[in-house]
């Protein structure tokens, strides 16, 4: 057995092969739409009164409280977020730009201990909160989120200003609104559907062509807005307004 292990060693080790079942149109839909889901975390709680700091949970029940605070594994996650966003068309590259630079700037200002940053701060205040403390595992978590940032960063010169994928990005949003609206659809949310379609069928491959149906979809966004948001403070009144600000971001 002493002379054999090192054979039976080198057996048990090798990598497994096996080839991954593609998945089905069904499915990449539900992951894309988990994908929108999760994105509007972010989108929703991470603004100027926070620094641009990402809270580190939301608690929806009972009273919806959230927690001003944040880590560098919750700053990394919304690093890496916010490119994942521009990559599913969720956003555009000016919102991409703008929201890492903020961010940025904000850890900029973030007391540090021998260049680490420290576990746990206040979003309000930037203040570090008790016990104050270095992470090993957050800060590692924040230097992998980095490292997988940089080349994603220095890859958009080469990459076109408004690429085909965001109308993608607005068909997963338009389809969680269809769905929070169900029976009570306004006529301009079918029109949207069908523009969007159509865009879809014939991607428009030059700016002039993406922003004349940006602005038609920006119009029809604006009117579904309206309709939902004054008959809904619910999920379909609020993912009208994420419909709209998707549609208005884009054509900036």
Known sequence: AWLLSPEIAYWISRPT?????PLSAEQRQVLRNLARRT???FERFVGPEDHWLPPDHFQES????LAPSTSPTNIGLLLLATLAAYDLGYIGLLDLVTRLRATLESM???ERYRGHWLNW???RSLEPLPARYVSTVDSGNLAGHLLTLRPGLLALPDRPILESRWL???GDTLGILEEAAGEAAPAALAQFRLALESGLASRPVTLTAARRLLDH???RAAEIDAVLRGESAGQAGWWAGELARQCRT???
């Open 39 to 41: 994105w509007l975390f």
């Open 168 to 170: 993608d990005g607005l």
């Open 62 to 65: 009972p009273r919806g409280v």
């Open 121 to 123: 701060y206040d979003t």
């Open 17 to 21: 092969r096996y080839a991954p079942a």
């Open 108 to 110: 900029e200002k973030l």
């Open 250 to 252: 884009l054509r900036d």
């Open 217 to 219: 979809l920006t119009s």
